[in-house]
């Protein structure tokens, strides 16, 4: 798991770990069909530098997201900026309910619920990885930090604020070279993975020039829905040129203004971080929360932004249609809608979001951000995705 040549040459081959022999796992699973997709989805117009910008050989956007699906960077440590602006509310009163809700039983260091800081506002992340088995991300706050450390098979979470430490076992450390096991989706390769699941026959890709990110040399891998009834505009991807990894992520949506959420390296080095970085011990007076895997529906990764922003829907929920315009449906159980039973933050922050509604269906709510929309009917039904108020009417009229 050398870093690449161009950075620290080593002895072995590019594609071996130094200390096993043994051929590294790809980094990305990109579907055959991405890689091999038909020209009339993928740009063939090769990337040519504007003026000021890298003087760097050409290629196609299919030749790019090869770069990318053949790119495995085992080590690195750098520092991510991550913009989002969903035009939501102020989260903090919706989470200091949730947390509440908890009876005081939950840790302030559990990561299912301090990364929920990352879906709004500009945050700054320090990031570190060698190999699937040592990974650290740490959120720097005006007078704290929050780290999120995975070294084998332990999980740390800690809240420098309230000095609260979380663990748990990771179950799937190391398995198949997967880096994934608890690491939260937070950087730019993160969101582009989900990005690129979602080319097909309804997606428009080409490479739009080059650029300098974090003093790297990159090619701009720009995404864009073909259909009608979609919320976003593009995805843009910053290519690091030698690797192949993504060091920026820019999304934006067709109703204008500033990117719903931007993340991008400005730093980033390709040596082995020190072992120390990833060595963690509970400070003393330190309160210690221990979770074993599975207890309170843990998920097997911890959570982040990448998954919720790609088009398809929800887990476990039916879908409606195909590609950007993928309706995600599913059935609540709760009728009369959810403001009628909630109280207090929660009700106040539904309420904010909330536009009534009525069609074919009956009557309901359409809760709206930039990016991802849902209608909530009065009988319980939740239809959601990245698509216009007037496409959720209309799925939910067809579904009559």
């Not at 505009?233 to 990894?245: E, K, Q, S």
């Not at 931007?262 to 970085?277: E, L, M, Q, R, Y």
């Amino acid at each position: 798991m050398a870093p690449y040549e161009s950075d620290h040459a080593t002895g072995t081959g590019p594609d071996e770990d130094p200390r096993t022999g043994r051929r590294k796992a790809a980094r990305y699973v990109v579907p055959v069909a991405v890689v091999g997709v038909a020209a009339a989805t993928i740009g063939l117009v090769p990337a040519l530098a504007a003026s000021g910008d890298p003087d760097l050989p050409e290629i196609s956007a299919q030749q790019l997201i090869e770069k990318i699906a053949k790119s495995d960077v085992q080590q690195m440590s750098g520092t991510v900026k991550v913009s989002t602006d969903l035009g939501l509310p102020d989260l903090g009163s919706l989470q200091g309910a949730m947390d509440s809700g908890r009876g005081g039983d939950g840790s302030s260091a559990d990561p299912r619920t301090k990364l929920t800081e990352l879906a709004s506002g500009t945050h700054t992340l320090r990031v570190a990885a060698d190999g699937p088995e040592k990974q650290k991300v740490s959120l720097l706050e005006r007078d704290a930090e929050y780290s999120l450390i995975h070294d084998g098979k332990d999980v740390w979470g800690y809240d420098s604020a309230s000095n609260e430490v979380f663990h748990t076992t990771a179950q799937h450390s190391g398995e198949k070279g997967d880096k994934r096991g608890h690491q939260p989706s937070a950087t730019p390769d993160d969101f582009a993975e989900e990005a690129l699941k979602s080319v097909d026959d309804t997606t428009s890709v080409t490479v739009d020039g080059t650029t300098r990110i974090a003093g790297r040399d990159a090619y701009k891998l720009v995404i864009k829905p073909k259909q009608a009834g979609s919320t976003v505009r593009a995805v843009t991807i910053g290519v690091d040129a030698r690797t192949g990894l993504p060091l920026k992520f820019t999304l934006t949506p067709k109703s204008g203004g500033a990117a719903v959420l931007d993340a991008g390296f400005t730093k980033v080095s390709f040596a082995a971080p020190p072992a120390s970085t990833f060595d963690f011990r509970p400070p003393k007076g330190a309160k210690v929360t221990e979770q074993k895997p599975g207890e309170d529906g843990e998920r097997e990764h911890a959570p982040g932004l990448g998954e919720e922003f790609a088009p398809g829907g929800l887990k476990g929920a039916d879908t409606i249609g195909e590609g950007w315009t993928a309706i995600a449906k599913f059935d609540t159980g709760a009728e009369g809608g959810p403001t009628s039973s909630q109280e207090g933050a929660v009700d106040g922050f539904l309420g904010s979001l909330g536009d009534r509604v009525s069609g074919d269906f009956g009557k309901g709510t359409v809760f709206s951000t930039r990016l991802v929309n849902a209608l909530i009917t009065d009988d319980g039904t939740v239809y959601a995705g990245a698509v216009t108020k007037e496409a959720l009417v209309k799925a939910a009229d067809a579904d009559k």
